[in-house]
Nanobody, 126 residues
């Protein structure tokens, strides 16, 4: 079965950190550009970050630049999103998704993902 599974979400205080994981099964992640996007209640979906197959190219939304870091471990078939200095406005369900590598990471929010996960809840609150 081809799927992506996110994990690592939870409740954290403002200023805290979380690391999200996106693990693939049934296919090889390094053949894809991997995206993180998020959706908060009552808000539009927002592209957060992307990383290419090699990991040499990344892209971030302005709202998370300097606070979030995307990385990948192809040996583990997993992509990570390290989130530091979290703010209440980061509260959302975070999803990972994959598109064919040639499409790249220039566009952070797409409508043509090949695979996506079920999401993991991140809540930033005191």
């Amino acid at each position: 079965q081809l799927q992506l599974v996110e994990s690592g979400g939870g409740l954290v205080q403002p200023g805290g950190s979380l690391r999200l994981s996106c693990a693939a099964s049934g296919f090889t992640l390094n053949d894809y550009a991997i995206f993180w996007f998020r959706q908060a209640p009552g808000k539009e979906r927002e592209g957060v970050s992307c990383i290419t197959g090699s990991g040499y190219s990344t892209n971030y939304a302005d709202s998370v630049k300097g606070r979030f870091t995307i990385s990948r471990d192809n040996a583990k078939n997993t992509v990570y999103l390290q989130m530091n200095s979290l703010k209440p406005e980061d509260t959302a369900v975070y999803y990972c998704a994959a598109v064919q590598l040639w499409k790249g990471c220039a566009v952070l929010l797409r409508t043509d993902y090949d695979y996506w996960g079920q999401g993991t809840q991140v809540t930033v609150s005191s």
